[in-house]
């Protein structure tokens, strides 16, 4: 409260008591006098107005609420993850898996956590150095993840990588057709935190026996917060 403030609402205090004063002196004395203590009251309420004026305008304006900042969000993915091409050297894999998506503080760009396969000898593993950024609606509950594989430890192909490229990636929605694979997601359930993402690629890796290989992944569970 500044010194300005300060010395108003002394004034309007002084004022208040002394219209009080008047009041009741009003009630004591002749006709006479009463219409001098009226004039007087009326004097002393329009200063009063006046004051509380003054008061309203002096009053330091209050300063709205910073809204407390979003962090990003760290949601739990559980869920079966199946693998499937058209190259009998690459075996259809289907099992468990858990990793973290991570959506932005404004809930509108998401990535993921390092995704592990594993299966016998073989492991598929996403490159965390590949950086295009995923994007998630919260309204409509649509999810796209771009992504790039690495493929370690196949003993008939040797060592190979593939990409689901953006805008869609491994997504919530249909995806292009890759030779006869046919992609096709589900967006997030808000309540019940259910998912489906699925995307399909081409390898492309010359002299390797798995260049040309069609493939496509279909990752399905829940996402624990549900953003």
Known sequence: MTRKHVSIQNSIAGLKSEIA????????????DRERLK??????????????????LSQPAKRAKTPAPI????????????????????PQYSGAVDFELILSADRI???????????????????TRYQAAGRF???????????????????????FSFTFDPPLGISTEKGIQVGGFSPQGKRLDQKSGKITLAGAATILDDGNAANNTNLM???????DPIP
Do not use: M, W, Y
């Not at 009251?41 to 004051?51: F, K, V, Y």
């Not at 509950?141 to 790039?148: I, K, Q, Y």
């Open 39 to 56: 004039l007087r009251q009326e004097t002393l309420q329009g200063l009063l107005r006046s004051l509380e004026t003054s008061r309203a």
């Open 109 to 127: 760009r998401v990535s993921a956590s390092k995704i592990v396969i594993s299966r016998n000898s073989i492991t598929v593993e996403s490159d």
């Open 217 to 223: 992944i279909r990752v399905v569970g829940t996402i």
């Open 71 to 90: 962090g990003e969000l760290h949601a739990k993915f559980r869920g079966q993850v199946t693998v499937i091409s058209d190259n009998s050297l690459l």
């Open 137 to 159: 609606d919260a309204t409509t509950g649509e999810l796209d993840l771009p992504a790039r594989f690495l493929v370690t430890g196949s003993p008939f192909t040797g060592d």
């Open 21 to 32: 004063t008047v009041k009741r002196e009003l009630e004591k004395r002749s006709r006479a």
